[in-house]
């Protein structure tokens, strides 16, 4: 731990993600889940996915939606950025040419995380397309992540406030209670909105935004119900 922060290096492969981590980053660890095969996930790595920086990599949208901090180092030194200002282009990412990725850096979760991916198939398959979200209710914030659905892997702000603006509203963050189907249909459709995807092999660009806009509206119901169990237990 750094400053409330877990420091993983960029070796740590999915297979200990899952094991030793899936408690405090339940997100990432889902993501995990998916990625490859056993054989895959024993060797494969976050900082590998990251380094390819490709828009369908299954940890950046729970990265992205948990506000993690990317460590790159070279002989001139470390630096810090955050994962959000991480990916530059397809497959490009802001690392200098000297530069390695050393670790990544993400809080522990405070809250209820969801991970949801479509494929052609249930393994061995890069994405159509996924999305991440990450409820804190320390910081009343809503984290989001989509990927395969854009250039590069990127939130959905309008639908983090939009979201957060009808908890806040209706004070639900200290007495839970459902959300309503509407509100929940606009959080998708928001979330849908931000994406800018491509028709390819894989799916259209159509099928993409549905898709998006359905597990939008389902993971962030599930990861609210968790929140209103743990609120009540």
Known sequence: MEDGLLRIGAGVTYARIIS???DRLPGLAMASRTVGSPQIRNRGTVGGNLGSASPAGDAHPPLLASDAIV?????AGSRRLPVREFFIGPKRNAMRK????????VAPAKGPQQFCKVGTRNA????VCSFAVAVDPERRHIGTGIGSAAPTPVIASEAEAFMKGVLDERGM????AAIDTKALAQFG???????N?????RGTAAYRRHALSVMARRSFGWAWDEYRMRASA
């Open 20 to 22: 030793e981590l899936g």
């Open 71 to 75: 460590e790159l180092a070279s002989v």
């Open 98 to 105: 000297d530069e390695l990725i050393a670790a990544f850096l």
């Open 124 to 127: 061995m398959v890069i994405a």
């Open 173 to 176: 963050w200290e007495q839970p």
């Open 189 to 195: 459709e928001l979330v849908a909105a931000a994406a």
């Open 197 to 201: 995807p491509i028709d390819d092999v």
